[in-house]
Every structure is written in C-alpha cells, then in structure tokens.
C-alpha cells in the first residue's frame, strides 16, 4: 500500500485516555467489540451506537503505560467524551483527551526506522486488516516529527485518499451517515469490529437481530468509476435507484447497494451522473 520510506501522518484524529481500575469493565458495556481481546493482542477496531443501533463513532483501542488509548476522528471527540462520561456513573475511570500525540500510517519497513529513532511511541498493526499498514503514535511531538521527515517520506492527504481509495479502506467519516447507518451494512464484522460472543452493549440487540434474522437490506461495496463528466451520488440499474456513492476520486470508491438487486446487477454497468459504475469484490470480504 505505502513504499518502504513513505508515511502518512493523519493530522484529523484524537487520543482519549482511560485510566483507572475500572477501564476494562466500564469501556465492555459500551462498544460493540470485545475489550477483552486486548489482554492477548495490541489493538482493537470497534464502534459505538445509539440505543437504536445506529452507528455514532468508530475507533481504534490499544493499551498504553497501564491506560487505554482511545484513537477517533477530531470531529467525533467531543461526542463521544459526553457519552462515556454519562456511562461512567460511579465506576473507577478517569477520561481525558491526550495532548501532544500524533497519528501516522507508515508501512511495515517504517517501523524498523522509527525504532532506530529512540522516540516515545507506539506502533501496531491496523486491526481491521493483515500486514497492509501499521499505525503509529507519536508523543511529545512536533520536535519528533521532525526527526521523522528526515528519514521517511511524508505523503499528503490527497494521495494518501486515492490510496485508501485503490485498496478499499473505509473512512467512516465519509462513508457512513452518523446516526443513522448500521453496523452491518457497512460491513463492521468483516473489518473485525463487532464480536458477536461478548455480552451487551449500547445497540447490541438491533445489530444481533439484524445477523441472526438475515434483514440486512444494503451493503458496503467497492465501485470501479469509468468517468465521463459527472458522478451522482445515486447509482442506477435499468434507469432505478439501487444505490448511493459515498467518497471517490472519479476512479475507485464505495457505495452501499440495495441487495435485492446484486444478483442482477454484479457483474453489468451501472450508472452514476453521465458515468459508467461497476461494482466490485472488497478484498477483506466474504461476499
């Protein structure tokens, strides 16, 4: 996904910090993956719903100096503090939003350099998939920063997108609607964000229902764009809506299609504004 010395550096995130004795136990009951994978691996992907099980936030969880680490996106900082403080009621937690940490995709290759750096930070595997990425936190910054952009290659935000984009990672910011999307169709489980053995949790039993009883009605898909001059946002089968594209960069992106039509539709073109859309497989998917 990246060259060896390039690195990305994702200047829209924040880092909460849970701490005291009761961070595991407090932080379960509220998101949809299971805290407890933490004592075996570095790092989780989950999410947080409303009570109807409508997606607010997703995020990355990892344990640092006895702490968890909570990585979200800045716009979602201030919501998601207000709910974990109306669910911590009594329980021995403490929240605050970390200063001074920075947040970087990098490669595996990167990793080896950042360690010959002697820099406080840490580095991980993205949870949602194998070895394409790491992430990396960096304290105490921007002076590390610095001493970072001597040695790797920044990469800016733009081509960091048509990256993203060409390998199929979601950006839930864009491609979600908060409030309103669900768990499964943005395929959440697949992304390896949802555990379906843990016990309840905030919108647990509408996102439960929904696998159980197969009543998923859209998904999350992979679009190939043939551009001519314009993209709509919906995409048409035989001149009717089946579905909507979220972000793109007029050659790959995503868009959740209504399944009663994919048997027909999957391998024909499609159509979005004067542009030809085709549908295809994301590579971390069963479907």
Avoid at 16 to 29: E, H, L, R
Avoid at 66 to 93: F, G, P, W
Avoid at 197 to 220: F, H, P, S, W
Wanted: aromatic residues 12%; proline residues 1%.
């Amino acid at each position: 996904m990246l060259h060896k010395k390039e690195f990305h550096k994702l200047n829209q995130r924040s880092i909460i910090k849970i701490s005291g004795k009761d961070k595991f136990s407090f932080i379960q009951g509220i998101i949809s993956n299971d805290i407890e994978i933490l004592k075996k691996k570095t790092s989780i992907y989950s999410s947080i719903l409303s009570p109807q099980g409508k997606f607010l936030s997703d995020f990355f969880l990892t344990v640092y100096d006895d702490s968890l680490l909570v990585e979200i996106h800045k716009d979602d900082e201030s919501l998601v503090m207000q709910k974990l403080n109306i669910y911590k009621l009594r329980s021995d937690v403490e929240l605050e939003i970390k200063e001074n940490v920075s947040v970087f995709i990098i490669s595996n290759y990167s990793e080896e350099v950042i360690m010959q750096l002697k820099l406080k930070f840490i580095c991980f595997d993205d949870p949602r998939f194998n070895n394409l990425f790491k992430r990396l936190y960096v304290f105490n910054t921007p002076k590390q920063f610095n001493l970072i952009e001597n040695k790797l290659k920044i990469i800016s935000s733009s081509i960091y997108n048509d990256i993203r984009l060409k390998n199929s990672i979601p950006d839930f910011n864009i491609d979600a609607i908060k409030n309103k999307s669900l768990l499964l169709e943005m395929r959440f489980d697949e992304l390896n964000g949802i555990s379906w053995d843990k016990g309840c949790y905030m919108g647990q039993e509408i996102t439960a229902r929904m696998k159980y009883r197969n009543i998923v009605k859209r998904k999350l898909f992979k679009i190939k764009i043939f551009f001519k001059g314009k993209v709509d946002r919906d995409v048409l089968f035989n001149k009717e809506i089946i579905g909507n594209i979220t972000s793109h960069n007029r050659i790959d992106g995503f868009a959740y299609i209504n399944l009663k039509f994919i048997d027909k539709c999957l391998d024909k073109e499609l159509m979005s504004g004067d542009s030809i859309v085709k549908l295809e497989k994301l590579w971390w998917c069963n479907d």
